[in-house]
């Protein structure tokens, strides 16, 4: 019998900034989206493992942030099997504080939720 989705739902403030992450795991793969103020599609990408490396392909290309969106979109490949979209609406530059942050939310909740 397959299993449940399972579904994270979680706001963030930084630097008087706020961030909405949602997760949503299934058993072959995830959709992670990330966004800055307004609930929004923003760029996307998608990933798979291959062996052990991570292939990826943008579906929207980001405007800003590509960079972040490929680093999490691999690292979520690197450890869960399947196909691993992220969707990243964030309209201003993320410092590395920022970056960091939002990484270690987001493997909290992979890590405690798979």
């Avoid at 996307?44 to 990826?56: E, Q």
């Avoid at 943008?58 to 869960?80: G, H, N, Q």
């Avoid at 970056?99 to 939310?105: G, I």
């Amino acid at each position: 019998m397959p299993s449940e989705s399972r579904f994270s739902k979680t706001v963030i403030d930084i630097d008087n900034r706020s961030f909405t992450i949602q997760v949503l795991l299934f058993d072959n793969g995830s959709f992670v989206s990330i966004t800055e103020g307004e609930d929004k599609i923003g760029g996307m990408l998608a990933s798979i493992r291959i062996n052990s490396v991570p292939v990826s392909n943008a579906i929207i290309p980001a405007r800003s942030e590509s960079i972040f969106l490929k680093l999490v979109s691999e690292w979520l490949s690197s450890i869960i099997k399947g196909i691993n979209i992220v969707s990243a609406f964030i309209p201003r530059e993320l410092d590395s504080k920022t970056t960091k942050t939002l990484m270690a939310k987001i493997k909290e909740i992979v890590e405690n939720d798979s």
